[in-house]
């Protein structure tokens, strides 16, 4: 028989959004032209958007609801909605339709082997899934639909959901004409990730934009979870350059909070169970999947970009089958706010090289009082949780357990609740800002968040109840993807920079460039750094990494037997719990924490220092009492080079060469350099070349491409050094100056002491001296030199001085890149003496 309302997947394209909705337009095009790509997609049809309209004319509905949603206002929506949705479902499927889909149900069904398979049915609205319509998901979705009778019900009851109040405003929002939007329907065949594990897919990060990775949210169970924000899920990232090269990219795993899972029950039902304690603790998919998923997600983005002519950002919904352990792509569609704001970029960047918005807190003190002009202001740290939108705001909490349409907010409340939906979306849009409980960076909240741009921290445990009602709070999502709660009103300050061009910095003695470098420590700044004009990472301190990302002593992770303390031993067994091999932990937490720096930069050069802890910030770590010495100055006690060889250490620094073989040789990210802090003499710099060569990190001499080959740098912070430059030439690629402890050392002055803190001067005329000797020396013997302390960051005429006197780089903070440029800007391209 001809079906005049079905449309089987493979019937349709990207042509017929029109016919059958964005959804199912977009699975249509990937049956048809991604299958030979690799790209499995669950078969099913589409009940078109005609069948809609046969709907409402069979039950004389039309003139009906148009009456109903007619002069709609925030007041009424609920009513409107209610009565809009209760007509619709007081119909009946017309007969020629319900046999039309009854068909269309066997024949999918045999298509399987099965007599009545499984199905999900989901809504494709007319408008859905289109650039200026980013709020998908304003419909409802059904799953484990089995049988007629439960797919017929299901057909009409999504049908009806057309007319949500949450689809009802939206539409009123983008001023869509409600009898021009049509609803198709979805009917797809259900993959068994209740046996194994879901989740959704973007092909770019959703906080900062950054295009060159693909972002991975994964549970146990149904997608919905992760969709619905239930849960907190698993987080992925992968390097799409170098995966293209056949490498294994995974620069990010972190583990999320994944107390239940949405699974099916008796008949078909669909469930929430509770996740057994120790597959928490575990990554819901392993590596194998976390990098197909990625290499699926790129064929489908190159495949729309090519579709549209332009980069085109994928948001992707995927699967894995507990049953065939295949991976199944379930819905993809164009990723439209970021989509959005790289097109209105390229026309602002028409007019400017470069706009930034900067939010920073005045307060840079945290749990301590400061007087910024003149008032007192404590932070303290109430919560954390996963940050969204680079901003800050205070205002009063506001929590809220549920959502109900009675309930209104005030313009300077800040939402609190376990979880929002589509519903919550007109409280949203009066918030100042949003947290949850649960949730990762695409569910709900975050994404509505970015919509509306507004902060929001999501997966912040037991938020509902560590905050009062009615407190006066701060947020801050501006410190990279961990987002900060602070009690009470912390000013902060917001500063927008415009560069009409990227000056170009000139010596006057060398009349070469100067290039502009970054000093990073924490990763998750990392993406955003990176759109900073500047050639690449003068230095990646890995101590951060260390004390934030790993918090365990490496020691007491090569050495339990040592630790007797059952509370260090329970928190060591929290922190690594994913991991058996604990040692295999520290070399992934570091290589994939110094990878995504690499990976934010690539192909730029980013230079990682070696660890520079003194015994005491060891001490400081998880375990560390156990391994470290009181020392009564560790400023200049065992540090640096020293460590390395010292006999009692040298694990530690076997450890860090093996994660930097991770980042170089299985993620492919040779822009990786490294450099050797605090080398007291040249046999220290002599054995610790030798350790590295013992574990495969060796300088090629005979290839200056540092993409192919490695280059060992070495830090000119001692006075020695200087005087010795000549002979350390010989052992190194190239030499960065860190004024800190230059400084302290040439004048004597210990810059953790606060009694003599007004001496520590870096631009007092003997370390001056020392800065244009060194410059000398390098160049003499034609090896680079830079400086990444942090003198240029904090004084602009030590920045001239050292581009006067020819310094081949200067690394400065990423919040004064913009400023320093500027500056020079509005100085002159070109610096003088």
Known sequence: MKLQYIKFFEEIDLNDIALVGGKNASLGYMITHLSTLGITVPHGFAITADAYWHYLNHNALTEKLRQCLHNIDPETVHHV?????????????????AREIINAYHLLSQRYGEQESMVAVRSSATAEDLPTASFAGQQDTFLGVAGIDH????????????????????????????????????????????????????????????????????????????????????????????????????????????KTAIVYGPDYSVITTPVPPEKQLKFSIPDDTILNIARAVITIENAYSQQAEKWTPMDIEWATDGIDNKLYIIQARPETIHGAIRDAQDKAHKKHAYIATIYSLTNTQTNSTQ?????????????????????????????????????????????????????????????????????????????????????????????????????????DCSQGSQGYIYAGRI??????????????????????????????????????????????????RIEFIIAHAIQVHPLALLHPERITDHKTQTAIEKITAAYTDKKQFYIE????????????????????????????????????????????????????????????????????????????TVMGL????????????????????????????????????????????MMVEI??????????????????????????????????????????????????????????KAHRANKPIGICGQGPSDYPKL?????????????????????????????NTQLSP
Request: net charge negative; with cysteine.
């Open 670 to 713: 040779t822009n990786v350099a490294v450099m050797v802090p605090f080398v007291r003499s040249i046999g220290e710099a002599k054995s610790t070349l030798a350790l590295m060569k013992k574990q495969g990190l060796t300088r090629n001499t005979n290839n200056n491409n540092y993409r192919n080959s490695l280059r060992i740098y």
């Open 589 to 664: 937490a570091l290589g994939r924490s110094i990878g995504l720096i690499a990976a934010a930069f690539y192909p730029r050069q980013v230079l990682v220092r070696f660890s520079d802890f003194k015994t005491s910030e060891y001490r400081d770590l998880i375990g560390g009492s156990y391994f470290e010495p009181r020392e009564d100055n560790p400023m200049l006690g065992l540090r640096g080079a020293a460590r390395y060889a010292n006999p009692d250490y040298q694990e530690i620094f076997q450890l860090e060469c093996e994660a930097i073989n991770l980042v170089r």
């Open 151 to 258: 797919l017929l019900d299901s057909v009409r009851r999504c049908i009806a959901s057309l007319f949500t109040d949450r689809a009802i405003t939206y539409r009123e929002q983008k001023q869509f004409d409600h009898f021009k939007v049509a609803l198709s329907v979805g009917v797809q065949k259900m993959i068994r990730a209740d046996l194994a594990s879901a989740g959704v897919a973007f092909s770019l990060d959703t906080e900062s934009g950054f295009k060159d990775v693909v972002m991975i949210e994964s549970s146990y169970g149904l997608g919905e979870s992760v969709v619905q924000g239930t849960i907190t899920p698993d987080l992925f990232l992968v390097h799409k350059p170098t995966l293209a090269c056949g490498y294994a990219p995974i620069i990010k795993k972190q583990l999320g909070v994944k």
């Open 81 to 97: 909605g209610h009565t809009a949705r209760t007509l619709v479902l007081s119909g009946a499927i017309p007969d020629d339709l």
């Open 371 to 475: 007087t910024d002009m003149g008032i007192s202001h404590k932070r303290t740290i109430i919560a954390t949780g996963q940050s969204i939108g680079a901003r800050i705001t205070s205002g009063t909490a506001r929590i809220i357990a549920e959502y109900n349409p009675a309930i209104t907010i005030q313009q300077n409340d800040i939402i609190i609740t376990e979880m929002t939906n589509p519903d919550w979306l007109p409280l949203m849009k009066q918030a100042r800002g949003i947290i949850t409980e649960y949730g990762g960076r695409t569910c709900h909240a975050a994404i509505v968040s970015r919509e509306l741009e507004i902060p929001a921290i999501v997966g912040v445990q037991n938020a509902c109840t560590c905050i009062q009602d009615g407190q006066e709070i701060t947020l």
């Open 491 to 540: 000013p902060y300050t917001t500063h927008t920079y415009t560069l009409d061009t990227v000056p170009q910095i000139i010596s006057p003695k060398t009349s070469k460039s100067v290039d502009l470098l970054i000093t990073i420590a924490d990763p998750d700044k990392a993406f955003t750094a990176s759109s900073l004009p500047t050639s690449g990472v003068g230095l990646a």
């Open 719 to 776: 006075p020695s050094n200087i005087l010795m430059l000549e002979q350390y030439c010989s052992l190194f690629d190239g030499f960065s100056i860190g004024s800190n402890d230059l400084t302290q050392l040439v004048l004597g002055v210990d810059r953790d002491s606060s009694l003599v803190a007004p001496l520590f001067n870096e631009q007092d005329q003997s370390v001056l001296t020392m800065l244009s000797w060194a410059i000398e």
């Open 799 to 827: 920045a001239t001085f050292l581009i006067n006197h020819g310094i081949d780089s200067l690394s400065l903070n990423s919040d004064t890149i913009i400023p320093f440029l500027v500056r020079t800007q509005k100085e």
